[in-house]
């Protein structure tokens, strides 16, 4: 008989090398919806991995996943960078590859902790797993401004755990899909005759929640008749003064052209006015103004607001009907600032001025920002990247008689080509309507442009990277989902402080055991 030769386990970098791939190939579940199953399967990977390993190990394993991750899924901003931006390629990537490694250090820390305070029982470790990767989550989406883009819970849009959007919201979704993974994977790892029970009953859990119907916390109110424009305005042409005038003819026309008796809302771009009003021709923003103040027919567009002496703001601007000139207008001002594009953290300005990209530092718009009014029904503006935060959109439900009824993003995306952003952007705003149980409206410079109802389908939808002029249909709702009320009041803190507590039992039960372990035995 010959002797059976086995393989030798893998090197510490060919593991290391695996987990990255892993977690490169996992943000696939964050373009193509359908794939959410591999969120899940990614997270098995990671924890079979990291159970055995020491708290360094599985801190490298737990950076070079989330490295992976991250820059598999952001990989875009190298267009903004480089194409856009005019930094070095060189500089570009070793910018992209900084940022991800550095917001990692969560995933790194959230692994190290698993492994130091686990308890070799799958039920206990997987409630342990769950509250460190919400750690890791909330701590990437709130320190230093937040960056939850890909977040774990936005690969579930259509997956069973949906129907936990209006209770807990997009993190609670991702650390109940880390739970169960964990559960699953560490009971099958586990010797005994039920190794495979855990697998059964959260099998069974995922099922029960595909069949369940969606409970609405919301009720039907009016319905608006809606147009949403899409320019495709080219980025290198928004900002050249030789090319934006025809860009901004074409958005006024269509915004013109929608005026009428069937048109309740018409609903422009971020910055599809790209000049200030001051800046526009004498005369022009005034003869916009009276145009929409007859009729029934309401505007929202973006547009910069402000003046030197009392700054900037990215803003969308409300034109209604009985306005008249010299009285303020609706005015939304952003909240929630991009790091390096609409504010410059301190000690970066050497970076910024690298770059060919025109930045500034803008003014933030309130928290709690009024709506639109529009034939009866609350019209929410946010722009661009402030649907990732969906407890500052729930900042808006605190007064119920004046919550929103729809909500409304205006965004370029233009600044990343044609690339995975516009999908991914679609599925965040498809989260933040699953929350709220709110219809989201989305006119974007390249897309994606659509019209989602209250469970986060879209219903209506433009090509992107086309002119379009996209017609739909709204209907209002009125209510509070469990999500929007304590969100809203809360923030993210309830979410925050069940995983602190979680971890600082696990410490506690950790340290009682190692207390009152028995003492070995003297030797012979």
């Not at 190298?78 to 550095?102: E, K």
């Not at 959260?202 to 608006?224: I, N, Y």
């Not at 009320?485 to 995983?499: D, F, N, S, V, Y």
């Amino acid at each position: 008989m010959g002797l059976v030769q086995r393989r030798p386990a893998p090197s510490w970098w060919q593991e290391l090398f695996f987990i990255a791939v892993v977690g490169a190939c996992h943000t696939l579940a964050y373009v193509d919806t359908q794939a959410w199953w591999l969120q899940p399967a990614a997270l098995a990977l990671l924890l079979w991995r990291v159970r055995l390993a020491t708290p360094r190990r599985a801190a490298a394993l737990g950076l070079a996943f989330g490295t992976a991750w991250l820059c598999a899924g952001t990989w875009w901003l190298f267009i903004s960078l480089h194409r856009y931006g005019g930094l070095p390629a060189w500089m570009a990537v070793a910018a992209i590859l900084a940022l991800n490694s550095l917001l990692s250090l969560y995933m790194a820390a959230a692994m190290a902790a698993f492994v130091r305070w686990q308890s070799r029982r799958p039920a206990i470790d997987a409630v342990l797993f769950a509250a460190v990767f919400l750690l890791a989550e909330l701590a990437r989406g709130v320190i230093f401004t937040g960056f939850t883009w890909v977040a774990a819970g936005y690969a579930h849009v259509d997956s069973p755990l949906a129907r936990l959007a209006p209770f807990v919201g997009a993190y609670g979704i991702g650390a109940a899909a880390a739970g169960l993974t964990a559960w699953a994977t560490l009971g099958a790892l586990t010797d005994g005759p039920h190794r495979w029970r855990p697998a059964l009953i959260t099998g069974v859990v995922m099922l029960l929640l595909w069949l369940s119907p969606t409970l609405d916390f919301s009720r039907p109110t009016g319905t608006l008749n809606v147009v949403l424009l899409q320019g495709n305005v080219p980025q290198d042409e928004k900002f050249d003064p030789s090319n934006m005038g025809a860009a901004i003819d074409w958005h006024v026309r269509e915004l013109l052209a929608a005026r009428g008796a069937d048109t309740d809302l018409v609903i422009a771009p971020e910055t599809a006015l790209v000049l200030l009003p001051s800046e526009m021709p004498p005369g022009f923003w005034d003869s916009l103004q009276q145009a929409f103040s007859q009729g029934r027919t309401h505007a929202l567009t973006g547009v910069p607001m402000g003046d030197e002496r009392s700054g900037y703001t990215n803003s969308a601007v409300g034109l209604v009907p009985g306005h008249r000139l010299g009285e303020p207008v609706y005015r939304y001002d952003k909240h929630h600032l991009v790091p390096f594009g609409e504010f410059v953290p301190p000690g970066f300005r050497w970076f910024t001025r690298m770059m060919n990209i025109p930045l500034g530092d803008f003014n933030r718009g309130p928290l709690q920002a009024p709506s639109l009014p529009v034939a009866g029904e609350r019209v929410a503006p946010n722009i661009c990247y402030e649907d990732l935060f969906g407890e500052e959109l729930a900042a808006r439900f605190t007064d119920p008689a004046r919550a929103p009824t729809i909500l409304a993003n205006i965004s370029n995306i233009g600044w990343f080509g044609d690339t995975i952003a516009v999908e991914q952007h679609l599925q965040i705003s498809r989260m933040r309507s699953l929350e709220l149980q709110r219809p989201m409206l989305r006119a974007t410079n390249t897309g994606a442009t659509v019209a989602i109802d209250h469970r986060g389908r879209v219903v209506r939808a433009a090509a992107p990277y086309r002119k379009v002029v996209l017609k739909t249909t709204v209907q209002g709702r009125d209510g509070l989902t469990p999500f929007a009320w304590w969100a809203g009041h809360l923030g993210l803190w309830p979410l925050g402080l069940w995983a602190a507590a979680v971890v600082a039992w696990a410490i506690r039960r950790a340290r009682v055991s190692v207390a009152v372990a028995p003492a070995p035995a003297p030797a012979p």
